[in-house]
């Protein structure tokens, strides 16, 4: 295997610099490994050699191989130790300056033909080469955290970086194990860009008071298949990191509509309520576990009303057939008679909306959301008016847990939790595809490997139906008046023919 740099230097040692500094090494590298705090680049190495010894002990890793990579990793305590590396990545805290400063002096002290790479996650690439003689050999390689496990970096190109430099990185970070996904400098390159749709659109219907943490979290989870709901990922990466990023990206792209931070978060990171790591977030830990509220159990009714189905549902059809299998007496009626309990499911408007323009009785009307496929879901979502009767909101929960499978009853907001997060989602990624920031071959790349998401979002589009996103799009637009819902002209285009990345670029 020819080694792409065979001298590689890595400057802090917190988590992020120790695991770029392992899989370095692993890939064939020399390494060297410093920072400024004394004694931490030491600690770095024991820690890394300490993992490659504990796979030796469980088999998965020889001795001659622990060996050889423990050889091929130290630390050392100077800049100028780096004079002779073939690449230099930057791994220290998130300040502008301090960047800027340490890159300067590397600058001073390694060659010229020396590739020097920061692993920023939120600032301008462009802005910390700014002072650089050769800029062209400066870039953007971003890794997550864990570094050995999350499996996709970020080859970011500055406003004068070389191509053939982001080449190089991207295929040393083959070599290393990872996939690359080449981005433009843009505020959070492509994973914290991609991300904004899920948790801060989540956050803006709990302050809605649509629903709870765990109820939206539950949503999202056995709906639209999320491995982790918004607010367990945010209790996980922990709020003193997640809501500086929020409001980065919101600032960077001069107060966009659609990345608004939430007030929720603010409060929640002055009072130290950061997640698992202080014991207490969206939820309270103990012995590191979410202590979730219990779920309202389905009433238990002994007779049901008769059941109308509106015209104008969402998958009308299918709907009948599950309100038939569950046992209710189906009217057939052009309207509803006088004791019924009329569903409607909509796609972005809100439940009160349509019994005002159905000319609906509003005190009998229960919603449910059937963006996703009935027989794909784990779970079912309803939502009255304002006016619907609590004799009616019991039925329908009632009736659509027959067979066993989990309700939530959500209060009337345009779009139902999984209909906004899956279609803001959606749309900012298509709006990248129109900013060019990546290919969309990329985008998914790094969503599904830097997100954790059960797809891509134009592979999640496409499996919703580009032209419902686009319907949930216009008509929360039109019920909120905010233009944080206003669909991107490339989804527009797309709405007709799919967003799959068979089709041709634009």
């Avoid at 005190?363 to 079912?380: E, F, N, P, Q, S």
């Amino acid at each position: 295997m020819t080694v792409i740099f065979y001298k590689v230097g890595v400057v802090g040692a917190g988590a992020m610099g120790r695991g770029i500094a392992q899989i370095a090494a692993q890939a064939g590298s020399d390494v060297l490994l410093i920072d400024s705090q004394q004694g931490a680049a030491e600690r770095g190495v024991e820690a890394i050699t300490g993992q490659w010894s504990r796979l030796q002990e469980k088999g998965k890793l020889d001795a001659t191989a622990q060996g050889a990579l423990a050889a091929r990793l130290r630390a050392v305590d100077s800049v100028q130790a780096l004079a002779e590396c073939d690449l230099v990545i930057e791994a220290v805290v998130e300040n502008l300056e301090v960047k800027r400063k340490l890159f300067l002096e590397l600058e001073g002290v390694v060659k010229d033909s020396a590739v020097l790479a920061t692993n920023t996650s939120s600032l301008s690439v462009t802005a910390i080469a700014a002072g650089l003689k050769l800029p062209e050999r400066f870039a953007g390689y971003h890794f997550f955290n864990p570094v050995p496990l999350m499996k996709v970096v970020e080859v970011v190109a500055g406003f004068k970086t070389d191509r053939a430099v982001c080449e190089r990185l991207a295929a040393f970070a083959t070599q290393m194990g990872h996939s690359a996904v080449h981005t433009q400098d843009t505020p959070g390159f492509i994973v914290n860009h991609a991300g904004r749709g899920y948790g801060t659109e989540a956050l803006r219907i709990v302050s809605e008071g649509v629903a709870d943490f765990a109820t939206v979290d539950r949503i999202l989870k056995d709906q639209a298949g999320f491995r982790l709901g918004p607010f367990e990922l945010l209790d996980l990466t922990a709020l003193d990191v997640s809501h500086p990023v929020m409001e980065s990206i919101y600032r960077q792209y001069y107060e966009e509509p659609r990345f608004r931070p939430s007030v929720i978060t603010a409060q929640r990171l002055a009072a130290g309520a950061l997640g698992r790591k202080t014991g207490e977030g969206f939820y309270r830990y103990a012995d590191g576990a979410a202590q979730l509220p219990a779920e309202p159990p389905a009433p238990l009714l002994d007779t049901l009303p008769p059941v109308w189905v509106s015209p104008r549902a969402a998958r009308r059809a299918e709907l009948l057939r599950l309100v038939h299998d569950l046992g209710a007496r189906i009217e057939t009626g052009a309207s509803p008679s006088s004791n019924a309990l009329i569903l409607v499911a909509p796609l972005g408007f809100d439940i009160t909306t349509v019994a005002a323009v159905d000319r609906l009785d509003a005190t009998r009307v229960v919603g449910i959301d059937l963006l996703v496929d009935d027989a794909a879901t784990r779970r079912r979502v309803l939502a009255g008016t304002p006016a619907t009767r609590r004799d009616m909101r019991e039925a329908a929960h009632a009736l659509f847990a027959r067979d066993g499978k989990a309700v939530s009853v959500i209060r009337d907001s345009g779009g139902f939790v999984t209909q906004r997060v899956v279609a803001t989602i959606v749309n900012i990624a298509s709006d990248m595809c129109q900013q060019r920031i990546c290919s969309p071959a990329d985008l998914e790349t790094a969503v599904r490997l830097g997100l954790g998401y059960p797809r891509g979002p134009l592979a999640m589009g496409d499996l919703y139906g580009p032209t419902n996103m686009l319907e949930v799009l216009f008509n929360m637009q039109t019920v909120y008046g905010d233009p944080r819902y206003r669909p991107s002209p490339w989804l527009r285009r797309r709405g007709a023919l799919g967003l799959s990345l068979t089709h041709q670029e634009d």
